[in-house]
Structure formats: C-alpha cells, structure tokens
C-alpha cells in the first residue's frame, strides 16, 4: 500500500514531517534568478528554470532527513507549462532520492473528468502503444465534497497503481468552521466527511492498519484533530497548518496513534524560506532549509509518542 511506503520511511527517519516545497519567484535567491535569466531571459521559462534549481538545492540538502515532499501545483501552474514542467521535473529529482511525494492539488470533480485527473496525478496515460506517467506522484490530495463520484476512479487508481490520496476533512483555514463544523443530524459536517474516508478506504488497508484514503486535518484545530484520530483509526493523517498558520507542536500530539504514527505534518514557507529568517548568506538558503527541518523535525518528535 502507498501510505506503508511512507509510514517506513516516516520510521527510518525517525521524522513524521513533510516538506512543502511551493515556491514563489520572491522565495528564490536572488543569485539564482539572475543565473536563470541570464540563460533564458525574464519569462516564464526563466522562473521556472529558477524554481527548479531552487527545489532541487533543497531538496539535496534534505532528503536523508524527510519522508517526503509535498508540492503545491498551483504555485508551479501560475508559471506555465513551463511552471507545469519544473513541478514534474521536482517530483521525479525528490522520488530518485528516495522521497514519497504528495501533490497538493485537492482536485475535485466526477466521473470520466475524476478518471482523467487521476490518472494525470497519480496513473499512467495511454499514448499510442505506450503507457507513460505524466507526474508521478505518489499521493494526491483531493476534495471530497461531491461525494462518492469523486472519489471512485481514483480508488481505482490507487489499488492498481500503488497509490493514495488526501481528503480535506478539517482544514486549517480560519473560516473552515463556517461549512465544516455545521451539523447534519448529531454530527459535524467535517466528522461526516471522515467517516466516508474510513468507508472509502475499508479494502485497501495496509500492514500498519491504515488506508489508501488519508485525511487533510489542520494543526490550527488540536481539539478536532484529537477527535478525529479517535473516530478513524484507519485514516492517516496530513497535518498543515503548523508553523506560519500558528499551528504548534504541543497541539498536534492528538495527530497520532498510540505508536506515534499515523499522521504526517507539514511546512512550507518556514523551510524554504528559512535563509530569510535567519538572515545568513542567501547562498547559504538550502542549508538554512536543512537547520529548520531539524528544528522541526525535534520539536514535534519531543510531544510525540515513539
């Protein structure tokens, strides 16, 4: 099962973590915007050049210490095919260094259209006589909302491709509450949408007890967070919101089971743009990246069981 891979990895790594890598041209080192326009001029194939140097310098500095990454596709798509193509290039440098990678894309829509994003995201397209993967990626967060012929095709998909998914259950926005926490009968909306995700991945489950069909449950909610691993010992867990959102490491200990596995929690910002806050040398940016990882891969392993 797909989740099996990452939770070895989350154990090898002793890291329940995961890298967001979505990056911004201003995100970027100068020194490498200038090398990327030099070669291509100040157009889209120059920002995406310099977004795909700047991944992969950080990713180099990182992957003995992270399970996996998490690119948001939005940040590459406003680049472009060209953009589209760094986001590809990214997913396969991070799965030759040995990282799962998760596409933050949360996708949502039914029938042959879900089928189709599926298997961009996470299958293979038939061309001609071949059968070639587009991206690759390893999971693909998706959004649940319209049900069961959402969610489907893509069931399909990870049962013969290894793969799995992430339904937004609980995010971490501020205004969640506004449609996730109303109540259909004695439950809250967001409960309801878990309980499908337990029922979605009843028979795909793997040798660590959880499913192909994990949950997107904010940091910024400890109290749900807890419930929620309480009500779906089956689903595991992405965890955003922790750092620049004002998720702390103290409220995410409900993320996990009684082995301190089960969820995984990701940063984004704080680890790429970890040069800035520390106001070193730019040229110093990955190792910056590096440190933070560090930093928060202790804090949260100091609240968790293990």
Same mark, same amino acid.
């Given at each position: 099962m797909s989740f099996d891979r990452l939770i070895k990895n989350i154990i090898d790594k002793k890291n329940p973590t995961v890298a967001g890598l979505d990056p911004k041209l201003d995100y970027v080192p100068e020194f490498i915007r200038k090398e990327s326009f030099t070669k291509y001029g100040e157009t889209l194939e120059g920002a995406a050049d310099a977004l795909l140097t700047f991944n992969k310098a950080i990713i180099d500095e990182i992957y003995d210490l992270v399970p996996a990454i998490k690119p948001q596709a939005a940040y590459y798509e406003m680049y472009g095919w060209q953009g589209v193509k760094a986001l590809t290039e990214t997913i396969k440098y991070a799965q030759k260094k040995g990282l799962f990678v998760m596409t933050d894309g949360k996708r949502n829509d039914i029938g042959a259209t879900m089928t189709a994003y599926a298997t961009a995201h996470l299958g293979a397209t038939q061309v001609g006589s071949q059968m070639i993967e587009a991206f690759g990626a390893d999971a693909l967060t998706v959004n649940g909302y319209l049900g069961t012929d959402g969610i489907a095709p893509l069931l399909e998909i990870c049962e013969k491709k290894d793969k799995g998914i992430f339904v937004l259950v609980k995010t971490s926005n501020k205004s969640s509450g506004e449609l996730q926490d109303q *109540?259909?009968?004695?439950? %809250?909306?967001?409960? $309801?949408? =878990?309980?499908?995700?337990?029922?979605? /991945?009843? @028979?795909?489950?793997?040798?660590?007890?959880?499913?192909?069909?994990?949950?997107?449950?904010?940091?910024?909610?400890?109290?749900?967070?807890?419930?929620?691993? *309480?009500?779906?010992?089956? %689903?595991?867990?992405? $965890?955003? =919101?922790?750092?620049?959102?004002?998720? /702390?490491? @103290?409220?995410?200990?409900?993320?996990?089971?009684?082995?301190?596995?089960?969820?995984?929690?990701?940063?984004?910002?704080?680890?790429?743009?970890?040069?800035? *806050?520390?106001?070193?040398?730019?040229?110093?940016?990955?190792?910056?990246?590096?440190?933070?990882?560090?930093?928060?891969?202790?804090?949260?392993?100091?609240?968790?069981?293990?």
């Open positions: *109540k259909i009968g004695d439950n %809250t909306v967001y409960a $309801v949408m =878990g309980d499908m995700c337990e029922k979605w /991945g009843s @028979e795909q489950i793997g040798e660590y007890g959880y499913s192909s069909v994990g949950a997107v449950v904010g940091a910024t909610y400890p109290e749900q967070l807890t419930e929620l691993r *309480k009500r779906l010992p089956h %689903t595991f867990f992405l $965890v955003p =919101g922790y750092g620049a959102q004002g998720g /702390g490491a @103290e409220g995410l200990k409900g993320a996990f089971d009684a082995k301190g596995l089960g969820a995984i929690v990701n940063s984004s910002r704080a680890i790429m743009c970890a040069y800035t *806050k520390e106001g070193c040398d730019e040229k110093d940016f990955a190792k910056a990246s590096r440190r933070e990882v560090i930093r928060m891969r202790d804090d949260i392993t100091s609240v968790i069981c293990r």
